[in-house]
Protein backbone atom coordinates (compact mmCIF):
# COMPACT_ATOMS: atom_id res chain seq x y z
CA UNK A 1 0.00 0.00 0.00
CA UNK A 2 0.55 3.66 -0.68
CA UNK A 3 2.44 5.52 2.72
CA UNK A 4 -0.73 8.07 1.87
CA UNK A 5 -2.95 5.21 2.44
CA UNK A 6 -2.91 4.29 6.36
CA UNK A 7 -4.52 1.10 7.34
CA UNK A 8 -8.45 1.13 8.24
CA UNK A 9 -9.54 -1.06 11.13
CA UNK A 10 -13.39 -1.40 10.96
CA UNK A 11 -15.31 -2.68 13.36
CA UNK A 12 -18.88 -4.61 12.56
CA UNK A 13 -20.93 -5.29 15.38
CA UNK A 14 -23.74 -6.45 13.72
CA UNK A 15 -26.70 -6.94 16.08
CA UNK A 16 -24.76 -7.68 18.69
CA UNK A 17 -23.32 -5.10 21.91
CA UNK A 18 -26.41 -3.16 23.23
CA UNK A 19 -26.12 0.20 25.12
CA UNK A 20 -24.71 -1.67 28.16
CA UNK A 21 -22.47 -3.86 26.83
CA UNK A 22 -21.28 -1.15 23.84
CA UNK A 23 -20.08 0.83 26.80
CA UNK A 24 -18.65 -1.92 28.53
CA UNK A 25 -16.56 -2.62 25.95
CA UNK A 26 -15.19 0.58 25.19
CA UNK A 27 -14.06 0.79 28.94
CA UNK A 28 -12.00 -2.34 28.20
CA UNK A 29 -10.71 -1.39 24.62
CA UNK A 30 -9.71 1.83 25.16
CA UNK A 31 -7.34 0.84 28.20
CA UNK A 32 -5.94 -1.79 25.25
CA UNK A 33 -5.06 0.46 22.38
CA UNK A 34 -3.68 3.80 22.92
CA UNK A 35 -4.00 6.63 20.09
CA UNK A 36 -2.00 5.72 16.66
CA UNK A 37 -1.54 8.35 13.88
CA UNK A 38 -0.50 5.65 11.91
CA UNK A 39 -4.00 4.02 11.26
CA UNK A 40 -7.60 4.51 11.32
CA UNK A 41 -9.71 2.88 13.56
CA UNK A 42 -13.83 2.98 13.04
CA UNK A 43 -16.49 1.34 15.41
CA UNK A 44 -19.94 0.41 13.40
CA UNK A 45 -22.21 -0.32 16.60
CA UNK A 46 -25.65 -1.05 16.18
CA UNK A 47 -28.09 2.03 15.67
CA UNK A 48 -29.61 1.55 19.72
CA UNK A 49 -26.19 1.56 20.91
CA UNK A 50 -24.49 4.41 18.51
CA UNK A 51 -25.22 6.87 21.07
CA UNK A 52 -23.92 5.13 24.32
CA UNK A 53 -20.67 3.87 22.03
CA UNK A 54 -19.70 7.07 21.14
CA UNK A 55 -20.19 8.48 24.62
CA UNK A 56 -18.02 6.21 26.15
CA UNK A 57 -15.19 7.03 23.38
CA UNK A 58 -16.16 11.11 24.27
CA UNK A 59 -12.17 10.99 25.44
CA UNK A 60 -10.99 9.87 22.21
CA UNK A 61 -11.54 11.99 19.17
CA UNK A 62 -9.12 9.65 17.24
CA UNK A 63 -12.10 6.60 17.15
CA UNK A 64 -14.22 7.08 14.23
CA UNK A 65 -17.77 5.47 14.15
CA UNK A 66 -20.48 4.83 11.31
CA UNK A 67 -24.03 3.29 11.46
CA UNK A 68 -24.33 -0.04 9.82
CA UNK A 69 -27.13 0.90 7.51
CA UNK A 70 -29.58 4.15 6.06
CA UNK A 71 -32.60 4.08 4.26
CA UNK A 72 -32.21 5.76 0.78
CA UNK A 73 -34.93 7.91 1.12
CA UNK A 74 -34.12 11.51 2.18
CA UNK A 75 -37.06 11.40 4.92
CA UNK A 76 -40.20 9.70 5.64
CA UNK A 77 -42.67 6.78 6.67
CA UNK A 78 -40.38 4.34 6.87
CA UNK A 79 -40.70 2.79 10.13
CA UNK A 80 -37.70 1.29 11.85
CA UNK A 81 -35.63 3.23 9.06
CA UNK A 82 -32.82 5.92 9.61
CA UNK A 83 -31.51 8.42 7.42
CA UNK A 84 -28.20 9.47 6.16
CA UNK A 85 -29.05 12.81 7.92
CA UNK A 86 -30.00 11.46 11.13
CA UNK A 87 -27.16 9.43 11.17
CA UNK A 88 -24.53 12.17 10.48
CA UNK A 89 -26.40 14.48 13.17
CA UNK A 90 -25.45 11.78 15.51
CA UNK A 91 -21.75 11.90 15.03
CA UNK A 92 -21.49 9.29 12.34
CA UNK A 93 -18.87 9.97 9.16
CA UNK A 94 -19.12 6.45 7.89
CA UNK A 95 -22.21 3.86 6.83
CA UNK A 96 -21.88 0.73 5.54
CA UNK A 97 -23.49 -0.37 2.24
CA UNK A 98 -24.11 -3.35 0.17
CA UNK A 99 -22.92 -5.40 3.13
CA UNK A 100 -23.50 -9.38 2.21
CA UNK A 101 -26.09 -9.59 4.48
CA UNK A 102 -28.13 -6.41 2.84
CA UNK A 103 -27.61 -8.23 -0.09
CA UNK A 104 -28.57 -11.70 0.78
CA UNK A 105 -30.26 -11.55 3.95
CA UNK A 106 -32.52 -8.55 3.22
CA UNK A 107 -32.31 -9.03 -0.27
CA UNK A 108 -31.01 -5.68 -1.67
CA UNK A 109 -30.22 -4.90 -5.10
CA UNK A 110 -27.44 -3.09 -6.69
CA UNK A 111 -29.48 -0.19 -7.73
CA UNK A 112 -30.28 -0.07 -3.92
CA UNK A 113 -27.23 -0.13 -3.04
CA UNK A 114 -26.41 2.59 -5.58
CA UNK A 115 -29.15 4.46 -4.28
CA UNK A 116 -27.72 4.57 -0.61
CA UNK A 117 -23.88 5.24 -1.58
CA UNK A 118 -25.30 8.73 -3.10
CA UNK A 119 -27.41 9.36 -0.29
CA UNK A 120 -25.02 9.18 2.08
CA UNK A 121 -22.57 11.43 -0.01
CA UNK A 122 -25.22 14.02 -0.53
CA UNK A 123 -25.16 13.78 3.60
CA UNK A 124 -21.07 13.53 4.23
CA UNK A 125 -21.49 10.01 5.24
CA UNK A 126 -18.26 8.40 3.85
CA UNK A 127 -19.92 5.13 2.03
CA UNK A 128 -18.03 1.64 2.87
CA UNK A 129 -19.16 0.23 0.16
CA UNK A 130 -19.23 -3.89 0.46
CA UNK A 131 -18.43 -6.04 -2.54
CA UNK A 132 -18.26 -9.57 -2.80
CA UNK A 133 -18.56 -12.95 -4.81
CA UNK A 134 -20.71 -16.31 -3.53
CA UNK A 135 -18.78 -19.50 -3.53
CA UNK A 136 -20.62 -20.63 -6.40
CA UNK A 137 -19.67 -17.62 -8.59
CA UNK A 138 -15.54 -18.12 -7.11
CA UNK A 139 -16.05 -21.60 -8.21
CA UNK A 140 -17.50 -20.58 -11.46
CA UNK A 141 -14.26 -18.48 -12.03
CA UNK A 142 -16.34 -14.97 -11.81
CA UNK A 143 -14.98 -13.32 -8.40
CA UNK A 144 -13.48 -10.46 -10.45
CA UNK A 145 -16.55 -9.98 -12.31
CA UNK A 146 -18.54 -9.89 -9.46
CA UNK A 147 -16.93 -7.02 -8.35
CA UNK A 148 -16.43 -5.14 -10.55
CA UNK A 149 -20.31 -5.15 -11.45
CA UNK A 150 -21.05 -4.43 -8.05
CA UNK A 151 -18.65 -1.70 -8.09
CA UNK A 152 -19.86 -0.53 -11.36
CA UNK A 153 -23.83 -0.44 -10.40
CA UNK A 154 -22.97 1.24 -6.92
CA UNK A 155 -20.68 3.80 -8.41
CA UNK A 156 -21.53 5.05 -11.76
CA UNK A 157 -24.15 7.49 -10.75
CA UNK A 158 -22.24 9.29 -7.95
CA UNK A 159 -19.26 9.79 -10.40
CA UNK A 160 -21.99 10.43 -12.71
CA UNK A 161 -23.39 13.40 -10.49
CA UNK A 162 -20.24 14.14 -7.62
CA UNK A 163 -16.82 12.76 -9.02
CA UNK A 164 -15.09 14.39 -5.53
CA UNK A 165 -17.59 12.01 -3.33
CA UNK A 166 -15.42 9.48 -4.14
CA UNK A 167 -12.43 11.03 -2.70
CA UNK A 168 -14.31 9.89 0.56
CA UNK A 169 -15.24 6.61 0.01
CA UNK A 170 -13.59 3.51 1.33
CA UNK A 171 -14.57 -0.25 -0.43
CA UNK A 172 -14.57 -3.39 1.57
CA UNK A 173 -14.04 -6.83 -0.58
CA UNK A 174 -15.62 -9.28 1.38
CA UNK A 175 -16.11 -12.86 -0.22
CA UNK A 176 -19.48 -14.05 1.20
CA UNK A 177 -18.31 -17.50 1.89
CA UNK A 178 -15.85 -15.93 4.00
CA UNK A 179 -18.41 -13.74 6.38
CA UNK A 180 -18.69 -15.39 9.32
CA UNK A 181 -17.64 -18.98 8.30
CA UNK A 182 -14.25 -19.19 9.50
CA UNK A 183 -12.74 -19.66 6.33
CA UNK A 184 -10.50 -16.84 5.50
CA UNK A 185 -9.55 -16.20 1.90
CA UNK A 186 -5.89 -16.07 1.78
CA UNK A 187 -3.64 -13.02 1.45
CA UNK A 188 -2.68 -14.22 -2.51
CA UNK A 189 -6.76 -14.16 -3.28
CA UNK A 190 -7.16 -11.18 -1.25
CA UNK A 191 -4.77 -9.32 -2.93
CA UNK A 192 -6.25 -10.83 -6.56
CA UNK A 193 -9.29 -9.10 -5.89
CA UNK A 194 -8.26 -5.99 -4.49
CA UNK A 195 -6.26 -5.70 -7.76
CA UNK A 196 -9.49 -6.41 -9.87
CA UNK A 197 -11.25 -3.44 -7.36
CA UNK A 198 -8.43 -1.19 -7.74
CA UNK A 199 -8.20 -1.22 -11.38
CA UNK A 200 -11.76 -1.07 -12.05
CA UNK A 201 -12.00 2.27 -9.95
CA UNK A 202 -9.26 3.65 -11.93
CA UNK A 203 -11.45 3.02 -14.69
CA UNK A 204 -14.19 4.67 -13.18
CA UNK A 205 -12.48 7.19 -11.85
CA UNK A 206 -9.31 7.87 -12.95
CA UNK A 207 -6.21 8.47 -10.74
CA UNK A 208 -8.52 10.68 -8.20
CA UNK A 209 -9.10 7.39 -6.54
CA UNK A 210 -6.14 5.86 -6.18
CA UNK A 211 -5.99 6.70 -2.38
CA UNK A 212 -9.81 5.32 -2.02
CA UNK A 213 -8.95 2.23 0.63
CA UNK A 214 -9.86 -1.33 -0.21
CA UNK A 215 -10.06 -3.27 3.21
CA UNK A 216 -10.73 -6.86 3.03
CA UNK A 217 -12.83 -8.47 5.20
CA UNK A 218 -14.13 -12.36 6.05
CA UNK A 219 -13.54 -14.06 9.18
CA UNK A 220 -10.43 -11.74 10.36
CA UNK A 221 -8.88 -13.03 13.64
CA UNK A 222 -6.12 -11.34 15.78
CA UNK A 223 -4.14 -14.67 14.75
CA UNK A 224 -4.20 -13.57 10.76
CA UNK A 225 -4.70 -9.86 10.62
CA UNK A 226 -1.56 -9.05 10.06
CA UNK A 227 -0.61 -11.14 7.53
CA UNK A 228 -4.15 -9.80 5.48
CA UNK A 229 -2.78 -6.34 6.11
CA UNK A 230 0.85 -7.01 4.86
CA UNK A 231 -1.10 -8.49 1.57
CA UNK A 232 -0.12 -6.10 -1.53
CA UNK A 233 -3.02 -4.15 -2.41
CA UNK A 234 -5.15 -4.64 1.30
CA UNK A 235 -5.15 -1.43 2.75
CA UNK A 236 -7.05 -2.29 5.99
CA UNK A 237 -9.81 -5.06 7.46
CA UNK A 238 -13.72 -4.85 8.50
CA UNK A 239 -14.34 -7.75 11.11
CA UNK A 240 -17.40 -8.97 12.61
CA UNK A 241 -16.76 -11.42 14.73
CA UNK A 242 -13.75 -10.70 16.44
CA UNK A 243 -14.37 -7.23 16.73
CA UNK A 244 -16.50 -8.04 19.34
CA UNK A 245 -14.28 -8.39 22.21
CA UNK A 246 -12.21 -6.17 23.12
CA UNK A 247 -9.27 -7.84 23.40
CA UNK A 248 -9.00 -10.02 20.00
CA UNK A 249 -9.95 -6.20 18.14
CA UNK A 250 -7.44 -4.11 19.75
CA UNK A 251 -5.06 -6.88 18.84
CA UNK A 252 -6.24 -6.32 15.20
CA UNK A 253 -5.92 -2.43 15.63
CA UNK A 254 -2.50 -2.55 16.85
CA UNK A 255 -1.36 -5.56 14.53
C1 LIG B 1 -18.51 -8.69 8.34
O1 LIG B 1 -19.63 -8.91 8.78
O2 LIG B 1 -18.31 -7.67 7.69
C2 LIG B 1 -17.47 -9.69 8.60
C3 LIG B 1 -16.37 -9.59 7.92
O3 LIG B 1 -17.75 -10.65 9.55
P1 LIG B 1 -16.71 -11.74 10.14
O4 LIG B 1 -15.43 -11.02 10.46
O5 LIG B 1 -17.39 -12.29 11.35
O6 LIG B 1 -16.49 -12.77 9.07
Known amino acids: MTDLRRPVLAANWKMNLGPTAATAFLEAFLVR????????????????????????????????????????????????????????????RYVLVGHSERRHVFGETDAQTAEKVRRAAAHGLAPVLCVGEKIEEREAGQTDAVVVRQLRAAL?????????????????????????????????DASSAHRAIRAALGDLAGSGSDEIPILYGGSVTASNASALLQAPGVDGLLVGGASLDPESWAAICNA
Open 156 to 188: EGLVAEDATALRSLVIAYEPVWAIGTGRTATPQ
Open 33 to 92: YAPRDDRTVILFPSAIAFGAARSAAAARPDLQFGVQNIHAAEKGAFTGETSAAMAHDAGA
